[in-house]
Nanobody
Framework: EAQLVESGGGMVQAGGSLRLSCAASGFDFDDYAIAWFRQAPGKEREGVSSISNSDGRVVYAESVKGRFTISSDSAKNTVYLQMNSLTAEDTAVYYC????????????????????WGNGTLVTVSS
């Protein structure tokens, strides 16, 4: 059974940093793209960043470019999202998802295109 488990969320002051982790199991991690999405209260879920494990290609939303870094550790079947210079606008529940097996994605994937989802981790940035 495919499973994704996020961790690392919490509360941080504006300007601070957090690192989120997404531990995957139950599917062929190296074949999938892993993406981070977030959903703020009253807003739609939006893509934040993705990494194609097949070739390491990464994509970022404009709103997080230069502040967030996605990385993947295939030995641990884990994807990380390093978030720096956080602002109140980054407050949301962050989800990781897996999809697009054996496809190299060059733009942020749509949520409906993902196959597996984690339960999310809450990030709260106080201003």
């Amino acid at each position: 059974e495919a499973q994704l488990v996020e961790s690392g969320g919490g509360m941080v002051q504006a300007g601070g940093s957090l690192r989120l982790s997404c531990a995957a199991s139950g599917f062929d991690f190296d074949d999938y793209a892993i993406a981070w999405f977030r959903q703020a209260p009253g807003k739609e879920r939006e893509g934040v960043s993705s990494i194609s494990n097949s070739d390491g290609r990464v994509v970022y939303a404009e709103s997080v470019k230069g502040r967030f870094t996605i990385s993947s550790d295939s030995a641990k079947n884990t994807v990380y999202l390093q978030m720096n210079s956080l602002t109140a606008e980054d407050t949301a529940v962050y989800y990781c998802a897996a999809g697009y097996p054996l496809i190299i994605i060059t733009s942020l994937p749509l949520a409906r295109g993902m196959d597996y989802w984690g339960n999310g981790t809450l990030v709260t940035v106080s201003s």
